[in-house]
């Protein structure tokens, strides 16, 4: 669009956007809203809030912008380009109607692999990790920074330096290249996206199996996994017992973690833990001790989730290791264990 230049400076397209929000009035304006995407319903909102002033001139060029972009596009809808510029050279004259047709024509561009953008990476990875490294780099190009990073990590090490000499060295692709290969991978994503499927299995599902079953059955699946597949038997193990489920442990278990975990971590983790863990940990320790445990907790002040997360998973490695070693036991479904 247009930059209009004012007191304040040049108008940008978003406050283009806002001014003809404000202009056009609530009721109007609430019937717009209803056709923007979330973020940009954001953007707009933020940006009308910020106005605290239309100057007149911009109202009026913004109002004639919009009127000419608007009419400009349903002539397009009726008989397309050149029908559009036909009539609006004859209402306008030549010069302004390829004005508008230039304005529009860039409005309405959409940029390279647009769809793959709004996908997860972890579905585009599924269907481009057999790809040439070339045609993976010239997709990533294309994707948010955070999209191409997960695809990235993901590849095999060979691959990902491939693949990132390729991004970093990319210059300029033939447009029917770069057509053919959006076409292909459109083409692929929606036709897994209208498949009339179910999510199932994957790791909690795995997780809650296993879980489940004696720990003979389960260290039987996890000693297999570690040597076919070390990074998920890594990933299972992280997620199979978290911090909560210390309230499953019986006293004297409790009492042998209490022993091997630093009063500093003990802290961070029930900071932001619910009452039933605090509970059974206070309630496993002398009076004292819980007595000043709780003193140390109440002094940490606010602290980030991240170190409680962090905290917690050190005791989570804890627990595994004293019942790996045979030291405590933790209650599993199907038939109780007996110790000897």
Sequence with gaps: ????KTSRGAITGRQKAAILMVTLG????????????????????????????????????????????????????????????????KAFGTAKAEEIIRRLTASLQVRPFDFARRADPSQLFNFIQS???????????????????????????????????????MD?????????VESVLEKRLANFINQDSTSAGGIQATVEVLNRVDRTTEKTIMESLEDTDPELAETIKK??????DI??????????????????????SLKASNEAVKERVFKNMSQRAATMLKEEISY?????????????????????????????????????????
């Excluded at 669009?1 to 209009?4: I, L, P, T």
């Excluded at 780099?137 to 990132?164: D, F, G, N």
């Excluded at 300029?172 to 053919?180: A, S």
Aim: charged content about 30%.
């Design 1 to 4: 669009m247009q930059q209009y």
């Design 131 to 169: 790809e040439h490294p070339q045609t993976i780099s010239l997709i990533m190009a294309y994707l948010q920074p955070e999209q191409a990073a997960t695809i990235l990590s993901a590849l095999s090490p060979e691959r990902q330096a491939e693949v990132a000499r390729r991004l970093a060295t």
């Design 172 to 180: 300029r692709t033939n447009p029917e290249v770069l057509g053919e």
């Design 239 to 244: 997620r199979m017992f978290v911090f909560e």
């Design 26 to 89: 609530p009721e109007l304006s609430a019937n717009i809203y209803k056709h923007l995407r979330e973020e940009e319903i954001e953007d707009l909102t933020l940006e009308i809030a910020n106005i605290r002033r239309v100057e007149p001139e911009a109202k009026e060029a913004v109002l004639s912008e919009f009127k000419e972009i608007a009419l400009a596009q349903e002539y397009i809808t009726s008989g397309g380009i050149e029908y559009a510029r036909e009539l609006l050279d």
């Design 300 to 340: 940490l002040g606010p602290v980030r989730l991240r170190d409680v997360e962090e905290a917690q998973q050190r005791i989570v490695g804890i627990i595994r290791k004293l019942e790996d070693a045979g030291e405590i036991v933790v209650g599993r479904g199907g038939e109780d264990e007996i110790v000897l």
């Design 247 to 268: 309230v499953i442990l019986d006293d004297r278990s409790i009492q042998r973690v209490i022993r091997e975990v630093d009063s500093k971590d003990w802290a961070l």
